[in-house]
Structures are given as C-alpha cells and as structure tokens.
C-alpha cells in the first residue's frame, strides 16, 4: 500500500473573511485525505483546525465561550467559526456579479463555468441554478458563431451547453496546431520583405529653384561639337563655306541642311504610301549625274511587285 503525506492548507488570511467558505472547504478535504477524521478524535481534529487557520483563531475560539464539552465537539467548533467569518451577503449584490460575468479573452470554457458556479452560490437562486448558469453560458462566450448555434436549440441543457463550448474549444485548438504544422513542413513564414526606397536623383546647385518633376523631365543636353551643323564635318566652318548650302533637304524640304536636318530628330508622323519607280531627274543647276543600278538586286531590296522580277539582265539608267 502506497502512503504519502499531505501537507496543511495555507493559513488563513483573516483580513478577508469573505474567503472563509473556500479555506474551509480545502480544510475538509485535507482532513479527508490525511485519514484526520478516522483516526484522530475530535479534540485533536479542533486542535489540527485551530493550528492550521492561525495565530489569531485560539483569540476567535476563546472568544465564543464555549463549555469543555463543546470545545471537544468538532461540529460545534465548526459552525461556529462559520457564523463568525460568513456574514449575510446582499443577494442583490451577488446576483449583480454573477449577471455581469463573461468569459475573458485568454479564459478556457472551463475557468469561465466554474467561475459561474462559483457566484451561483450566493445568489439564492434554488431549483433555476441550471438554467441561469446556462442562460449566462449562452450570452457570455466569446464565439459569437457558437452562441448562435446554441440559441438556436430549443432542448439546450446545461450539460449540453457545456459539451458544445468544450468542443469548439477542443477543435479550434486543433487548427491552429495543424496550420502550424503545416507551415513548418512548407517553409511558409509570415515575413514582409524589406522595401527600398529608390535614391532621390541629385540635384545641381543651379537646379535648386526647380522642383524634382521638373528636374527629371528637362532633357540632358548634349556637349559642344565642333562639327557643321549643316553637312556634319569636322572642323566646323562658314556657312557660305559649306558644300550644303546649296542642297535641298528631301525630309523636311528646306535648303542648306540636306547632310544633317534638325528636323529628323523630332518624328511627329510616319506616312506609309506606295510609289513606282520610273525615273530620275535633278534640277537643272545641279549639273548631269549618272549611276548603275543592278536591276534584280534593287526589286528584291525594295520588294516590288513580282511581275517585275522576270527581268533579269542589268541596265544601265542615265538621268538628264
């Protein structure tokens, strides 16, 4: 047979004697398991309750002035104590507290319910005890989907009610351990990944009146060339020194920039229209100019009509 000692409850605080009925109970069952009640008699149980309560419980005891013979009546003792440390409680009040109660973030279903007993006690509330713990299991859990189910029951029983809330607790548990699970065996963290910021383009001393916008959209200008502006050689000369001064520019048709045209630069449309090759001339102050041309070379650059391509043999164009 298997023995072990169990020790005394704390002393008792008498500064709160509302928890009297607590370490009263606990005393009880310390006086059960310790085998106090079958072997000891009923002097050495009043002497293991006086001990165990205090300094301040042989005052208490002397002071309700009991005979030798209820001194040595454990029973006797013992109501005694208990109408000295249980003072009628306000009904009202104790009602307030239980009406008031609700499960806490963080609380189990169990903690919540046993606190809901616990405040019945006092409430004088007789043969509705069940169903008023029940009506408050009903309007003071947090799930709000589980107290709509258990509203919508119109054979809810206490027992019932505290089934459901224990398995909703039970299977919410069970999720969070299979998510978890889940994320472990993936690699999935829930990380955000850092953001950088594009640098802020640097600004010239001379650009400090204008505002970023404007900055970045005024275009790079190029560095100073020292070629013609109007035939593209270098070294740079005057313009009536220039071999293009005379020529016409077939993009934008002006004179005196046909090698290198400004205009170029900026394409505002491209216009797609077919044309025929038959012949070419030049202005007559340009003088007389002739070139050979490969015929079958130049159909298959340009991609003419294929009834073209049957001509074979070279020829010679001469422009006059």
């Not at 370490?23 to 165990?52: C, D, H, M, P």
């Not at 204008?210 to 190029?222: M, N, W």
């Amino acid at each position: 047979m298997t023995s072990f000692r169990v020790q005394l409850p704390e002393k008792f605080d008498f500064s709160r004697q509302e928890e009297w009925p607590k370490w009263s109970r606990r005393f009880e069952r310390f006086r059960q398991a310790s085998g106090l009640v079958k072997e000891e008699e009923e002097e050495s149980q009043i002497n293991t309750l006086v001990y165990a309560m205090g300094d301040q419980a042989d005052d208490i005891l002397n002071s309700f002035q009991l005979s030798a013979t209820q001194l040595k009546q454990y029973h006797t003792v013992k109501t005694k104590f208990d109408e000295h440390f249980v003072v009628r409680r306000n009904v009202i009040f104790e009602q307030a507290k239980f009406n008031q109660r609700r499960q806490e973030e963080g609380e189990t279903v169990d903690t919540f319910i046993t606190a809901l007993h616990t405040l019945a006690e006092h409430c004088n509330f007789g043969t509705l005890t069940e169903e008023i713990i029940r009506d408050r299991i009903v309007v003071g859990l947090l799930d709000a989907k589980l107290l709509e189910k258990l509203q919508l029951d119109p054979d809810l029983t206490l027992p019932k009610a505290i089934n459901h809330a224990r398995q909703s607790e039970a299977v919410k548990k069970q999720q969070t351990l299979m998510r978890n699970d889940f994320k472990e065996s993936t690699g999935a963290k829930n990380e955000v990944d850092a953001v950088k910021a594009e640098e802020t383009p640097k600004f010239r001393k001379d650009d400090s009146s204008r505002s970023p916008s404007e900055t970045l959209k005024k275009p790079a200008t190029r560095p100073p060339s020292n070629r013609c502006d109007r035939c593209g050689k270098s070294p740079g000369h005057a313009r009536q020194n220039c071999p293009a001064s005379a020529t016409t520019c077939h993009k934008c048709s002006k004179k005196g920039g046909a090698s290198v045209c400004r205009s170029a630069h900026t394409v505002s449309e491209i216009k797609e229209d077919y044309a025929f090759l038959g012949e070419i001339r030049t202005k007559r102050n340009e003088g007389i100019w002739s070139v050979d041309l490969t015929l079958n070379a130049l159909l298959s650059a340009l991609k003419l009509i294929p009834e073209l391509t049957s001509l074979s043999s070279p020829r010679a164009f001469t422009k006059s």
